[in-house]
C-alpha cells in the first residue's frame, strides 16, 4: 500500500513554517498568539476543561516491576 500523506513531514514543514511566522516573538507574545488561536477552536473549547486523573502509581514503580527487576539484579 502506498503512502498518500506522510503526517511527520507535514509536521516538519509545518513547525517550520510557524518558527519562520513567530520568528523575533517574544515568549509571551507566542503564549498569546496560541491563547487567541485556540479560543475560536470548538474542539479546543471542548477539551479546555476536561481533567485527567494521574495514575496512583508512577510509571515504573509497581510492585511487579521492581520484582522483576530485582529478579534480574539481585545483588
Not at 3 to 10: E, N, S
Not at 40 to 60: H, Y
Request: glycine residues 2%.
Amino acid at each position: 500500500m502506498e503512502k498518500t500523506f506522510d503526517a511527520v513531514a507535514w509536521m516538519r514543514k509545518r513547525r517550520e513554517e510557524i518558527d519562520k511566522e513567530d520568528q523575533g516573538l517574544s515568549w509571551e507574545e507566542k503564549h498569546e498568539k496560541t491563547r487567541k488561536l485556540l479560543e475560536k477552536d470548538p474542539l479546543w473549547e471542548s477539551l479546555r476543561k476536561r481533567f485527567v486523573e494521574p495514575t496512583s502509581v508512577p510509571f515504573g514503580k509497581t510492585k511487579a516491576h521492581k520484582q522483576k527487576v530485582t529478579e534480574r539484579h539481585p545483588d
